[in-house]
């Protein structure tokens, strides 16, 4: 494997942003273009962020890691690795190409989610290229960002449509010291009662999944917590490349024909009455579905209890993301017009409307 290349392209970056505003050119943001399936289709100029790439300044002692957008995932992930920590929200890479910045736009964690936090929660400062032209740095590495809202972390899960991320500052943590994986045969509705129950107690729970027949559970900690709960709930060892495959979308669930929804849902929510083969994670606040049901009834019988869906089956529905009400769209719109006032960037990647 070749050596981690450290190039600081945004000198570039900044001029090709110039140039598009110069000419109103809409630009197509993309890094390793893993998560190219989800949204909408966006038109514009390929604006490429792997040229700008690298890790900019790393102390474990300090547990921050700063990295330019462009930089392969597996590198973050094998810098953290050779010091024995992690980035505890576990984004998916969702293929072999998978940058930062993308990991960032798209906003999305991996089962240890409910216990951690996502990516959101990880992000203390980024630079950004914005639709005015300027290259600005927010937040910081220790401090919060006070210029009225959060832009940071705005910038997580908005897929590139408020700004061009050149470079972010995570906060990181230590590799639990013990971790074990156990299997439990039960059905899904028994599952979620019994997963609604130990939420309640101490227990060092870090991921929670079925699969239809058996309950899949990680437990996370010092060697004492983990025999004793595992002692306590039973079960029988797993191997761990079950989160990683369910992370990657790699189980034979991912692989049935039908299109693929994310539901996400109020914690404790039970058993949801939808056609189609479900998927159960995050301990069943997010459920993966497999169904050929109409968007409308998903989507009614998803909000119903208080959740919102999205749809994965690039091109299927216009709008794969779950529609804003009236009052969200507002505040949307005039966040993109504050940051993207000639609406340059992914236009139209996360709703029409943007």
């Given at each position: 494997?070749?050596?981690p290349?450290?190039?600081?392209?945004?000198?570039?970056?900044?001029?090709q942003?110039n140039?598009?505003?110069?000419?109103?050119?809409?630009?197509?943001?993309?890094g390793?273009?893993?998560?190219a399936?989800?949204g909408r289709?966006?038109?514009?100029?390929?604006?490429d962020?792997?040229?700008?790439?690298?890790?900019?300044?790393y102390?474990?002692t300090?547990l921050?890691?700063?990295?330019?957008?462009?930089?392969?995932?597996h590198?973050?992930?094998?810098?953290?690795?050779?010091?024995?920590q992690?980035?505890?929200?576990?984004?998916p890479?969702?293929?072999?190409e998978?940058?930062?910045?993308g990991?960032?736009a798209?906003g999305?964690?991996?089962?240890?989610?409910?216990?951690?936090g996502?990516?959101?929660?990880?992000?203390?400062?980024?630079?950004?290229?914005?639709?005015?032209?300027?290259?600005?740095?927010?937040?910081?590495?220790?401090m919060?960002?006070?210029?009225?809202?959060?832009?940071?972390?705005l910038?997580?899960?908005?897929?590139?449509?408020l700004?061009?991320?050149?470079?972010?500052?995570?906060?990181?943590l230590?590799?639990?010291r013990?971790?074990?994986?156990?299997?439990?045969?039960?059905?899904s509705?028994?599952?979620?009662?019994?997963?609604?129950?130990?939420?309640?107690?101490?227990?060092?729970i870090?991921?929670?999944s079925?699969?239809g027949?058996?309950?899949?559970?990680?437990?996370?900690?010092?060697?004492?917590?983990?025999?004793?709960?595992?002692?306590?709930?039973?079960?029988?060892?797993?191997t761990s490349?079950?989160?990683s495959?369910?992370?990657?979308?790699?189980?034979?669930?991912?692989?049935?024909?039908l299109?693929?929804?994310?539901?996400?849902l109020?914690?404790n929510?039970?058993?949801?009455?939808?056609?189609g083969?479900?998927?159960?994670?995050w301990?069943?606040a997010?459920?993966?579905?497999?169904?050929?049901?109409?968007?409308e009834?998903?989507?009614?019988?998803?909000?119903?209890?208080?959740?919102?869906?999205?749809?994965?089956r690039?091109?299927?529905?216009?709008?794969?993301?779950?529609?804003?009400?009236?009052?969200?769209?507002?505040?949307?719109?005039q966040l993109?017009?504050?940051?993207?006032?000639?609406?340059?960037?992914?236009?139209?990647r996360?709703?029409?409307e943007?």
């Amino acid at each position: 494997m070749s050596e981690p290349q450290n190039v600081d392209a945004s000198a570039s970056l900044l001029e090709q942003v110039n140039q598009a505003l110069l000419h109103r050119t809409p630009l197509r943001i993309q890094g390793g273009n893993s998560k190219a399936g989800l949204g909408r289709p966006s038109e514009g100029q390929v604006l490429d962020t792997r040229a700008h790439r690298g890790i900019v300044s790393y102390d474990p002692t300090e547990l921050v890691i700063t990295v330019r957008a462009g930089t392969p995932l597996h590198e973050l992930h094998a810098a953290l690795e050779s010091t024995g920590q992690m980035l505890p929200c576990e984004p998916p890479s969702l293929g072999a190409e998978a940058t930062v910045g993308g990991m960032v736009a798209a906003g999305l964690s991996g089962p240890r989610r409910p216990w951690s936090g996502s990516v959101r929660d990880f992000v203390l400062g980024t630079r950004v290229i914005t639709g005015t032209g300027k290259h600005l740095r927010f937040g910081g590495e220790v401090m919060k960002n006070v210029a009225g809202y959060d832009l940071s972390r705005l910038l997580a899960g908005s897929f590139g449509c408020l700004g061009l991320l050149t470079e972010v500052s995570l906060k990181v943590l230590p590799k639990p010291r013990q971790c074990l994986s156990l299997a439990l045969e039960m059905d899904s509705a028994r599952a979620l009662a019994r997963l609604a129950e130990w939420g309640q107690q101490p227990l060092p729970i870090s991921a929670a999944s079925h699969d239809g027949q058996r309950l899949h559970l990680r437990l996370e900690g010092g060697a004492g917590s983990v025999a004793a709960a595992h002692e306590r709930l039973g079960g029988e060892p797993l191997t761990s490349v079950y989160w990683s495959d369910l992370n990657e979308q790699r189980l034979a669930f991912f692989a049935q024909a039908l299109p693929l929804w994310r539901l996400s849902l109020p914690t404790n929510t039970g058993p949801l009455d939808l056609p189609g083969a479900q998927l159960i994670d995050w301990a069943g606040a997010q459920r993966w579905l497999k169904s050929d049901a109409s968007a409308e009834q998903i989507r009614a019988r998803v909000q119903a209890v208080g959740g919102h869906a999205t749809c994965y089956r690039p091109g299927l529905i216009d709008s794969p993301f779950q529609p804003l009400a009236p009052t969200l769209l507002r505040y949307h719109r005039q966040l993109k017009a504050q940051l993207d006032p000639q609406g340059i960037f992914n236009p139209g990647r996360l709703y029409a409307e943007l």
